[in-house]
């Protein structure tokens, strides 16, 4: 089992689902960090006045 885990992991080809879970992992890490560090009304702002 520990060789197939390992093959899986070193292919990850073979299943791009692992791979879609770990980018969606890592956006909503970084959604929550910066919702975390700024509020929606800052992001708000900052949004209006890049546009």
Known sequence: TKT???TI???PR???ALLLYLFYGIF?????IVSSL???RTLVQL?????
């Open 9 to 11: 992991l070193s292919t």
């Open 28 to 32: 909503a890490l970084i959604f929550l």
């Open 38 to 40: 700024f509020s929606r």
């Open 14 to 16: 073979r299943n791009p």
């Open 4 to 6: 197939a885990h390992l």
């Open 47 to 51: 949004l209006t006045h890049l546009r």
